[in-house]
């Protein structure tokens, strides 16, 4: 999901206050009849919940409409700080823009509060403590370097202080109140207020501790429906939903209780309330009132919106409970990852490390050289040895760029000589013992990616032909198979997979996983039909395979979706004795159990390149990105295939 932005030009039209009626108003609303007539329609079931505060203040947002945020009236707060202001019976939305060191005073919250970073930074003072909060957008990798995006924000119960000063460059904040600010309303003009807010609704408890700073992107993902996840906060009355949508996933007609309002982020949504249907717009608000039939088709680079709910929606938070529960059977609770190296501060110094494997008592590793626009050098490469202590050191430099790594017979390692084109068996010094294989049908191999034994003695590795020639000796990218007699045979067509890169055995040795790391790019010369999947195989007794199937269809970003890209740059992948698979991509470390069903996802502060299990009870993820290696514990123990 791409970092939340609010640019937002500061327009001129006046604002309008629209009736809708609802629980402010003895009259009826005009949609209710029909209303009620889809709700026979659609075989639905009314639900109310029970002793909902009303309030004499309307929202300003017409249902079966919807506004874009720029068409609001801006409205100034405190000086250098301009606000967007919309709401509904029970939330208040305000969009924030604070010049450069700018400063919302010392206050004691009117209301329960989310605060959410969208852009720059800012400092929180509050109740004796400061908190540095800030955001970024993720950034595209070259060759040197990647930044994945985060977005701070912070839950406040009613009471706390608060005090916000803008960080040198300015910042973009959201607020997302429940009850509703009478300031804010008198700020934008709205009369006749009532003399008392409405109070809290319900007693669940918060999903997150209050006044403690997350990133957005370490929540997990719950999945509401086909192809819909979203990643679910709440607190007091107030439930945020950050959904991410797959390309022309659908929300049948339905209904809830509770109050609604839609912030499109990204990607296009037709959005039907009642009998009108809207076509959504990055920055289009939309309010739907309870009980209020509505219906949803993503576009086809899919969408990401934030949906507010008040009061909280009883059926997510069971759903994330249920989620969660299945994440935390694989991670620990409060298991998060450790820097283990810095490697742009250490000696050996790391660029791009990949392909870890444990063995005997170490993490080895590749460390690859390559320039910001991805020239490799073969020179200033190396592999690494990994202590349990942390300290590594070099036990061969200079003599190649590996790639993938596997331990191999006598404690040496099969190495993936990626710029060498050969697979070859290497001793722990750094000693090469032989060629293993660097050719097929007579002609030199490309570039041997990652790398797998079987039981049986044989090999499997890819070549997505990631290497410096501008032509390349196979017809196309492929994967091999290297038989115990070391012969070797192709097993998919050239340019099955537009990029074959991680490759995986299940512990019983009867199913190849394959991943796709690009696809459908129009700088990338090859499109396949393997799309963003993880692709299963049976393997035959002579180490072929058969029966090729989607096996897990890995999530995509924002950026990726907005380009009709299907890349996930899937990686390096690791399974454990359950058969759940781990896989690196861009997005982050994905999981899914045994029969490709999305578990979760480990976020870092740069994309994953690969991974591996280690330590001496196997339960300890490595996961290595550029030049920093982290490490989380879990509650499965890893399997690697020890000749």
């Known amino acids: 999901m791409k970092g939340i932005s609010f640019s937002l030009k500061v327009a001129s039209m006046l604002f309008v206050f629209i009736l809708i009626g609802g ?9 209710e009849e029909r209303n009620n007539e889809l709700i026979k329609q659609y075989g639905l079931q009314v639900r109310e919940l029970p002793g909902l505060p009303s309030t004499e203040i309307r929202p300003n947002l017409e249902v079966g409409t919807s506004t874009n945020l ?28 604070l010049e450069p060191n700018s400063n919302i005073p010392k206050e004691n919250l009117p209301a329960d509060r989310f605060l959410i970073v969208t852009e ?71 009369n006749e207020l009532p003399s008392e807010n409405q109070g809290r609704v319900s007693n669940n408890e918060p999903t997150v501790v209050p006044n403690k700073v997350y990133d957005l992107f370490d929540i997990q993902f719950t999945q509401l429906t086909e192809g819909v996840y979203a990643r679910l906060v709440s607190g007091g009355d107030i439930q945020l939903s950050f959904v991410l949508a797959d390309p022309n996933s659908k929300s049948p007609a339905h209904i809830h209780p509770e109050e609604q309002i839609t912030v499109l982020l ?36 899919g969408f990401d919106a934030l949906d507010i709910f008040w ?19 694989i991670i620990p609770k409060d298991a998060q990852p450790e820097l283990v190296i810095d490697g742009s501060k250490t000696k050996p110094q790391l660029t791009f490390s990949e392909g870890p494997k444990w063995m005997d008592g170490k993490l080895y590793f590749s460390n690859m050289y390559f320039d910001q626009n991805w020239n490799a050098d073969p020179k200033r490469s190396s592999i690494v040895a990994l202590e349990p202590d942390g300290t590594h050191q070099n036990i061969m430099e200079g003599k190649m760029q590996a790639n993938g790594l596997y331990p191999y017979k006598n404690g040496n390692l099969l190495v993936c000589d990626m710029i060498g084109h050969r697979v070859v068996e290497m001793t722990t010094s750094g000693q090469v013992v032989q060629v293993i294989a660097d050719t097929y049908n007579g002609k030199p191999i490309d570039g041997p990616n990652d790398i797998i034994t079987d039981t049986k003695g044989g090999i499997y590795f890819t070549d997505p032909q990631f290497t410096m020639e501008a032509e ?24 099955e997979f537009a990029m074959p890169n991680g490759i995986l055995l299940t512990p019983d040795g009867k199913t190849l996983y394959i991943n796709n790391c690009y696809d459908d790019e129009s700088w990338y010369p090859v499109n396949s ?54 896989v690196a991509t861009y997005f982050g470390v994905q999981i899914f159990d045994s029969k490709g ?47």
């Open 529 to 582: 039909s393997k799309d963003n999947f993880i692709w299963a195989y049976d393997v035959n007794e002579d180490g072929t395979i058969s029966n090729g199937r989607k096996f897990a269809e890995l999530r995509l970003t924002g950026n990726v979706l907005d380009r009709k890209g299907k890349s996930s740059s899937a990686d390096g992948m690791a399974i454990d004795t359950m058969g759940n698979i781990y």
């Open 597 to 643: 069903s999305f578990v979760g996802m480990i976020n870092l502060p740069s994309f994953p390149v690969s991974l591996g299990f280690g330590d001496e009870d196997m339960k300890t993820l490595y996961i290595v990105s550029y030049d920093k290696v982290y490490k989380i514990r879990t509650n499965r123990t890893g399997y690697v295939n020890y000749l």
């Open 472 to 495: 390349k000796f196979q017809p196309g990218r492929a994967v091999y198979y290297i038989s115990p007699e070391k012969e070797v045979t192709r097993l998919v067509e050239p340019n």
């Open 266 to 301: 990204r990607g296009t949504l037709k959005q039907t309330v009642l009998d009108q249907e809207m076509g959504l717009n990055p920055y289009d608000v939309i309010l739907v009132p309870g009980n209020v039939v509505h219906s949803g088709v993503a576009g086809e680079l």
């Open 23 to 31: 629980c402010n108003s003895s009259s009826k609303p005009e949609w």
């Open 70 to 97: 720029q068409n609001l009236e801006s409205v100034q707060l405190y000086p250098g700080v301009m606000a967007k202001i919309f709401w509904g019976n029970g939330n208040l939305v305000s969009v924030l823009e």
């Open 311 to 329: 009061p909280v929606r009883e059926d997510y938070l069971a759903k994330q409970q249920a989620a969660l529960e299945r994440y935390h059977e």
């Open 120 to 190: 720059g930074s800012i400092e929180l003072f509050g109740n004796g403590n400061k908190h540095d909060m800030m955001a970024r957008e993720r950034e595209e990798p070259d060759g040197t370097h990647s930044g994945t995006p985060r977005n701070d924000f912070i839950y406040q119960e009613k009471g706390n202080e608060s005090e916000i000063v803008a960080g040198d460059a300015g910042a973009k904040v959201m607020e997302i109140y429940s009850p509703i600010r009478f300031d804010y309303l008198e700020k934008m003009g709205v």
